[in-house]
C-alpha cells in the first residue's frame, strides 16, 4: 500500500477513537425473574435510530414496516423467544430476517400442517380481538378473512416484489379460523413470504377502508397501539389491554405486554444517541459503533452489553449495465484493488469480520469460509493492486477511469469509509466523484433503478435463500448492480424448490460461490455492532428481531424494575 493511502486509513482510524478489539462485551446474565413488574415506558434508540417510518400502509411493500408497525400488527408466526440464548437456548435473534426451523412459533396461527404436498392449512387462535378504533372501526375478533384479505390485498399491490407470491395459486377462508393455502409449486421461503416475513402483517379491512396509510388509523390485534408519531422525533405504542399472549416466568403465567409505553426515538445524531444511552434517557440502545464501546464502558460502568456481526452486508455495488463494468476484469480489478484485511484492522479496529456476505456464518449448513473458497473467490480479498493495474489495462482502461459513488448521508460508517475507498482505488488511477444523499432519495435511486454507476450500501443478509435473490435475480428491488443471468436465474429458482434441506444448501452455497467470483460488488468486511441497556430493563438479553425486523413480542416481554432505576439515580 502506498504512503498516501495509508495515511488516510490511520488518520481515519485515529478520528474515529482508540476503542480497543479486545472490547467484547457479550450479553451479560439477565435472566426472567420471577415476579415481572408491571408499568412504565421502555425508551428505545433502534438499529434504525436515524430513520422515521418510510409508510404505515403495508401495501407499500416498504422494508421497514415491520418495525414500525410489527407492534400493532401480527403475523401468522413469530419466533420462538424460548429458544433464546438467555433462556438456554441457540438463537440471539438479531438476524434480520431469518427464523431457523426450529425457533418458530404460531402468532396468530394455533396449528398449522400440510394436507398434501400443496397444500397447506392453517388453524387461528380464537378470541384474539381488534380493539375498538374511533372512526376507524368497533372492537372484534379476527378471523380467515382477514389473513385473506390481508395476503390478496398484499399480492395484487402495484408496489409488491415481483414474482414474490408466484408460488401461491389460492389463498382462501375454509371456516371462520382455518386459512387454506393451495400453492403451484413448493416454495422454501413459504412461511417467510407470509407467515412472518416483511410483508406479512394482519390488518383488518377496516383500517384499509379508513386509510392504511394514515398512522392515526393503524389498529391490529398485537400488543402495543400506536398513539403518536412525530416525525424525525419518536414513535409511541401504548399497552393493548385486550392483547390475548401471556408470558410464563418461574412458572407462573403473566400477561403481556409488561410496559405500559414503548417509545422508539429517531436521533440521526450518533454522538446524541450515545449520550442518551448514558445518562439513562434510552433504556435500550440497540446499535452502538465499536468506536463508543470503550467510552460507554467507563461512563455507565453498570450497562449490559452484547457484541454481534452485523446482519447487514456491505459492498460498493457497480452496475453491470454500464460500462466499464460490464466488463468482469474491471470489477475483479477494484476488489483487489481495496485493501480489505487492513479495513478490519485499521479503520474497524479488528470489530469486523472480512468474509460474511452474502451468506452470514450464523447460516449453519449455507455459509462457508473464505478458507473453503475457490482461488478465483479467495483472490478478491487478497489486496493486490499491481494486479488490479494489469486487469484494468486488459480491459482497455491503462489510464483508469472516474466514476460516481451514490452514499446515503444516514451512516455516518459509510460517510467515514467512502473517502478511504476512494484513497485505495486512486492508487490503480480510478476516481470516483462522491454523491451523499438523504434516506428515501438514496433508497429511490435504487428501487427505480436510477442509481450512479457505483453505489455504496448495507443491505440486509435478510436469510440464506433471499439474500441470493434479492441481490442478484433481475427485476429485484435490491438488485444494485442490476445482475442478470438467465442461467443463474433458472437455478436461483431451482434452488427454492427444493424441499430437501441439504440439497438446497449444497444448491445455494454453488450459487454463492458463482456469483462472488463474479464480482458485481466491491466485497467489504462485515462489522460487529453492540447493543446494550441498562440492568433496570429485564427479560432481555439483546435481542433484536422476532422475525423480519420484527422486535414487537421482545419488546412485550420486557420489564422495567422501576425500583432499581430510582435506586440507580435515574
Known sequence: MTTQASSILVGVALALGAATAGAQGGAQPNGPDTAPKYGGTLEVGSVYATISALSWDLADWNWKQNYDTGQVYEHLFAADLSKAKRNGGKYGFQADAWLPEDAIRGELAESWKWLDPLTLEVKLRKNVKFPAKPGVMEERELVADDVVFSYTRQAESPKKIPTYFDHLAKVEAKDKHTVMFRFKEFNAEWDYRFGWGYYSGIMPKEVATAGAGNWKNINGSGPFQLTNFVQGNATTYTKNPLYWDSETLG????????????????????????????????????????????????????????????????????????????????????????????????????????????????????????????????????????????????????????????????????????????????????????????????????????????????????????????????????????????????????????????????????????????????????????????????????????????????????????????????
Open 251 to 570: 412458572g407462573k403465567d403473566y400477561k403481556l405486554p409488561f410496559v405500559d409505553k414503548v417509545v422508539l426515538r429517531t436521533i440521526k445524531d450518533e454522538a446524541t444517541r450515545n449520550t442518551m444511552l448514558r445518562t439513562g434517557k434510552l433504556d435500550v440502545m440497540e446499535g452502538i459503533r465499536w468506536t463508543a464501546v470503550e467510552e460507554l464502558k467507563k461512563s455507565a460502568p453498570q450497562l449490559q452489553w452484547s457484541r454481534w456481526l452485523s446482519f447487514n452486508g456491505q459492498y460498493l455495488a457497480m452496475r453491470v449495465d454500464t460500462k466499464p463494468f460490464n466488463d468482469i476484469r474491471v470489477r475483479r480489478a477494484l476488489n483487489m484493488a481495496v485493501n480489505k484485511q487492513e479495513i478490519v484492522k485499521q479503520y474497524y479496529g479488528g470489530n469486523a469480520e472480512l468474509f460474511a456476505y452474502p451468506q452470514h456464518p450464523d447460516y449453519v449448513g449455507y455459509y462457508e469460509p473464505l478458507s473453503a473458497m475457490p482461488d478465483n473467490v479467495k483472490e478478491l480479498f487478497t489486496y493486490n493492486p499491481e494486479k488490479a493495474k494489469k486487469l484494468l489495462a486488459e480491459a482497455g482502461y491503462p489510464k483508469g477511469f472516474k466514476f460516481k459513488v451514490q452514499v446515503c448521508a444516514c451512516s455516518p460508517d459509510h460517510m467515514e469509509m467512502l473517502p478511504l475507498i476512494a484513497a485505495y482505488l486512486e492508487q490503480v488511477n480510478v476516481r470516483i466523484e462522491i454523491q451523499p444523499m438523504e434516506y428515501g432519495a438514496f433508497l429511490s435511486a435504487m428501487t427505480t433503478k436510477t442509481n450512479a454507476p457505483g453505489y455504496l450500501m448495507s443491505n440486509g443478509h435478510t436469510n440464506p435463500t433471499t439474500t441470493i435473490r434479492k441481490s442478484f435475480v433481475p427485476g429485484q428491488v435490491w438488485n444494485a448492480a442490476q445482475w442478470g443471468n438467465e442461467a443463474y436465474t433458472k437455478r436461483v429458482e431451482a434452488a427454492f424448490e427444493l424441499r430437501d434441506t441439504g440439497k438446497r444448501q449444497e444448491a445455494l452455497r454453488a450459487l454463492t460461490r458463482e456469483i462472488l467470483a463474479e464480482a458485481p460488488y466491491i466485497w467489504l468486511p462485515t462489522q460487529y455492532v453492540y447493543t446494550a441497556w441498562w440492568p433496570w430493563v429485564k427479560n432481555y438479553g439483546g435481542e433484536l428481531r422476532a422475525g423480519a425486523v420484527r422486535p414487537g413480542p421482545i419488546y412485550a416481554r420486557m420489564w422495567i424494575d422501576q425500583e432499581m432505576k430510582k435506586k440507580m439515580g435515574f
